[in-house]
């Protein structure tokens, strides 16, 4: 069998001044979203994603935070890593640049740079800012032009990288490479700036303590970009690339605001060291609050958790990647946010996939119809289903992942409008209605078969629900794209369990809560304890997070709003790198729900099943470590060290899915 082609892709290598807000989520999401579609057409992909660690924001944030530096960087590194497992986007490669492989790396490449000539030392006075770590041509006093933040006077011993001796090299390279730098806008700006000239860089400082030596030229550390840049080949080999066989990288994701130092810096350090270049580097816009840039210090920052939390991860994909053209400036809107949730996935996907299965259940006895011959309207929409496979597989081959979706939600309408001009509900039970019923439904199912498939990349977990509940074989994710035609539905096929998809939401309520955990993020769980789904040690788990104080009292009808009923566990396990978490399957009565509990420290797997146990079962489902948890069990907090005891009925008969009142 022949070997799969590889593809490598990066995020930006993150600076740990803060957590994701959801224009770090955007750039992992678009990536996770490439790396799905191109393991779907067959390839061999890693991701690599990353923390930046070092420079002078790091020294100045860990002293006032009053601890060593190594340790403010393994904290932040662990809740980044921990937060892109929990919304279920991990790479296939984390790198810190605290990593002794990527120093080693970074040691290497200015080796090879040093050696060909294109590194001397010098001495430099200049504007620094240290926001964005590096020196910009302002006069002293004068603010960052990039950033607009004040700048600092710096003089000291640095080595200098000759850039000034690539820029006919580099506008050679875009000449020849035209796809090198996208989009087209971004590419035009940086041909403006080398053909205006390049300047000496800068590539060590001393002034700096908290970064990797420069070895035998101490106080030298490497300076942020040749650090930083030099982390996408650290994560596939460093030195030893050739054996691991993905460097160059096939695409960089990036934002604008680095996309010089990734197609101007970046490709001449490799050049002066005699290694390959990058196929692609791919910079998006911004997505903006109140037509700002999202930035921690202007305070309009949005993360990813409330709005997780409340809608799902896979709505927050399809808004950020339908909202905008990839590579333009968005503007981010709850408002729009919860309208595209509603409109798009309430009553596009899920209410397609539900009335589907709902009329198949009904007609076929849950089972795949048999069509019959085919009409002009059943063939028109077949060959509007074909065709949009090839258009939405070279939407995507091209990123253009908004296009892509509008193609993909143009079948949904497309086949919502050929079942109301049908309507197979109103057929009678003769032989030629119940054929013609039967060929209906079957090409409704085909059809969100297809959606479904194309879809995946995008919407991994709804996806999978449709799949499964059109009883298909294997994976949504394990459909070769390649081979993905009009009528491969098999009929007689039995349907699976269905699933709640996206059950449609009042906008100004999911507004307000996603505004409340935003603006009280201490109300947010943390990456490292898990709370929204799983008995942590606290009286009733994640509720006691938003519950009052002690001596407020609520009202009968603020209770009434938790629905706890009786459930009996059914299968328990670990969860492989959650030492607190269990992954439970819970029978409530009316369904076997999955759900985590943060219980694994105090109770045995094997010795829960079969145990009767209090669930809160209309909490919204979210992912915990990468694992859907669509519940909550109820748990006491016992003893200084808040021990979870679960609350049972030991004594009692009591029938699983009663409620509690």
Not at 60 to 80: I, L, N, Q, T, Y
Not at 107 to 132: A, M, S
Not at 415 to 435: I, N, R
């Amino acid at each position: 069998m022949p070997a799969k082609p590889k593809c490598y892709l990066t995020t930006p290598i993150y600076y740990t001044n803060g957590l994701p807000h959801i224009g770090h989520t955007y750039s992992t999401i678009v990536c996770d979203t490439i790396r799905r579609y191109k393991r779907m057409r067959g390839y061999d992909v890693v991701m690599t994603t990353g923390t930046d660690e070092h420079g002078v924001n790091v020294e100045r944030a860990a002293k006032k935070a009053g601890v060593p530096e190594s340790e403010f960087v393994a904290k932040m590194a662990a809740e980044w890593k921990a937060l892109w497992d929990e919304l279920g986007i991990p790479s296939d490669e984390f790198i810190r640049t605290t990593d002794l492989k990527h120093a080693h790396t970074v040691q290497w490449l200015f080796k090879l740079c040093r050696e060909n000539g294109f590194v001397y030392p010098g001495h430099y006075t200049g504007q620094y800012c240290i926001y964005d770590n590096a020196y910009v041509d302002v006069k002293p006093g004068e603010n960052c032009p990039d950033c607009g933040r004040p700048t600092e006077t710096v003089t000291e011993a640095n080595y200098f990288f000759k850039l000034s001796a690539f820029q006919k090299p580099l506008l050679n390279w875009y000449a020849k490479h035209p796809e090198f730098i996208q989009p087209e806008s971004r590419r035009n700006e940086i041909l403006s700036f080398v053909e205006g000239g390049l300047r000496d860089l800068s590539i060590t400082r001393t002034s700096v303590r908290w970064g990797i030596p420069v070895p035998g030229e101490e106080p030298h550390v490497f300076y942020v970009w040749f650090d930083a840049l030099t982390a996408y080949l650290s994560a596939v080999g460093g030195p030893n690339y050739e054996k691991q066989g993905y460097w160059p990288a096939d695409v960089h994701i990036v934002g604008k605001d680095i996309i010089r130092f990734h197609t101007v810096y970046w490709p001449a350090f490799l050049m002066a060291a005699g290694l390959p270049i990058p196929k692609q580097v791919w910079a998006h816009g911004w997505f903006l609050m109140d037509a700002a840039k999202m930035s921690k210090s202007k305070g309009n920052v949005v993360t990813p958790r409330p709005i997780v939390g409340v809608l799902g991860m896979d709505a927050l994909r399809y808004y950020l990647l339908r909202e905008t053209v990839f590579g333009q400036d968005g503007n981010f809107s709850y408002d729009a946010l919860v309208t595209r949730y509603n409109s798009d996935l309430a009553n596009g996907l899920g209410n397609l996939a539900s009335r589907t299965a709902a009329m198949i259940e009904k007609n076929s006895s849950g089972k795949i119809p048999k069509p019959a011959a085919l009409q002009p309207q059943d063939n028109a929409l077949a060959g509007q289903v074909q065709a949009a496979i090839g258009e939405v597989l070279e939407m995507y081959d091209n990123l253009s992942f908004s296009r892509a979706l509008e193609e993909i939600w143009s079948l949904i309408a497309a086949t919502d409008k050929y079942l109301t001009a049908e309507h197979p509900w109103s057929l009678g039970e003769s032989e030629a209605d119940q054929q013609r019923r039967s060929t209906i439904l079957w090409v409704t199912a085909e059809v969100l078969r297809v959606v479904t498939a194309l879809a995946h990349p995008i919407l991994p977990d709804s996806t999978a629900k449709v799949w499964s509940l059109l009883g298909q074989g294997g994976q949504a994710a394990s459909v070769a794209l390649d081979g993905l035609r009009w009528g491969q539905l098999a009929p007689g096929t039995p349907l699976g369990k269905s699933q709640a998809l996206f059950p449609r939401i009042e906008k100004a309520e999911a507004i307000e809560r996603m505004e409340s955990m935003e603006n009280e993020p201490q109300k947010q769980p943390s990456p490292a304890t898990p709370a929204a789904h799983a008995s942590t040690p606290t009286a009733g788990g994640a509720a006691a997070a938003a519950a009052p104080a002690a001596n407020e009292k609520i009202g009968i009808e603020d209770f009434a709003k938790v629905e706890m009923r009786v459930g009996q566990i059914k299968t328990a396990e670990r969860i492989v790198g959650a030492d607190k978490l269990l992954k439970l399957t819970v029978d409530i009565g009316t369904e076997i729900r999955q759900i985590c509990a943060g219980i694994a420290q105090y109770y045995e797997p094997e010795k829960l099943i079969g145990r009767k146990v209090a669930v809160v079962v209309n909490l919204a489902p979210r992912k915990l470590r990468g694992v859907e948890s669509n519940g909550m069990i109820v748990a006491a907090s016992v003893g200084p060290e808040g021990r979870p005891v679960l609350a049972g009925f030991p004594d009692e008969d009591v029938e699983i899915g009663a409620r509690l009142k």
